[in-house]
């Protein structure tokens, strides 16, 4: 049972969201935060969050700035914003009545997540699938546009049959991010997806999370998945993983 919902973003904008139900009496609820330029309906977004409501946990998936069905252009958006947007998406959650236990990012929304837990309302725990050490790691995606962004102002930028404009300030706040300080002061539970063959964003970055992390914290490796979970199985196999270990942080309704 899905609902389409639309919540203002921490610059004003609108969001699209989709909240995934469950059928029958919620174990808990959670965020989820797509990847990259990736949005709600993604492959992973959308099968994870399905698959969690279909083990008890409502979830809000939303696009971000300028993708899919949310207002804005993506380009004047950031890492920060990517942030700030899933903490209003959690006082969304909470503004209704049904309060996000955890949160869940996948890739670049894994690092979000991360950044962004200590700020939401009502957040026990958090799950990270194939997500960097270093936000700025999104750079390999537009290293081919970033020195005319950087010398211009602005670039178009193909991505996955779109063109979007990437900004200068986008490519020097995302250099800015820094997650270490974040996830040392996280100090919520925190569980680690990540695929040994991960081609986009290696298992080197799974380790140094982990090792910066304090407890407790939990490392799941998803072996024989790609990156964007696009395989058979992969993305409910990782959800099935997140819905038993969060068991313990779930509150319902």
């Known amino acids: 049972m899905a609902e389409r919902v639309t919540f203002p973003s921490s610059t004003g904008e609108n ?3 989709i909240i995934d139900r469950p059928a029958g009496e919620p174990r808990g ?3 989820f935060s797509h990847g990259f330029t990736l949005g709600k309906d993604s492959p992973a977004a959308a099968r994870i969050c399905k698959q969690l409501a279909e083990d008890g946990v409502g979830m809000l998936r939303f ?12 380009g004047d958006g950031s890492f920060t914003h990517k942030v700030n947007d899933v903490i209003r998406a959690c006082e969304f959650m909470a503004e209704r009545g049904t309060v996000a236990d955890i949160l869940v990012g996948h890739s670049f929304g894994g690092a979000a997540v991360i950044a962004a ?20 790691h999104a750079e390999r995606h537009y290293d081919a546009v970033v020195d005319r ?35 040392r002061g996280l100090r919520l539970p925190l569980l680690i997806l990540h695929s040994p063959t991960d081609n986009t964003v290696g298992i080197a970055n799974a380790s140094e999370i982990f090792r910066t992390a304090r407890h407790p914290r939990s490392f799941v490796s998803l072996e024989g998945s790609d990156h964007l979970l696009t395989g058979p199985g992969q993305a409910r196999r990782a959800a099935r993983i997140i819905g038993a270990w969060a068991d313990a942080y779930l509150v319902g309704e």
Do not use: C, N, Y
């Open 63 to 74: 696009d971000a700035l300028g993708l899919g069905d949310s207002e804005g252009d993506w």
């Open 29 to 31: 609820w959670g965020v």
């Open 149 to 183: 962004v950087l010398s211009e102002g602005s670039a178009e930028w193909m991505v996955g049959g779109r063109t979007l404009t990437l900004k200068r300030a986008f490519v020097e706040d995302v250099r800015a991010a820094a997650l270490h300080e974040k996830i």
């Open 15 to 17: 969001l699209a969201g």
């Open 117 to 136: 837990a200590r700020q939401s309302p009502g957040v026990r725990a958090v799950a990270a699938l194939g997500a960097p050490m270093d936000p700025a």
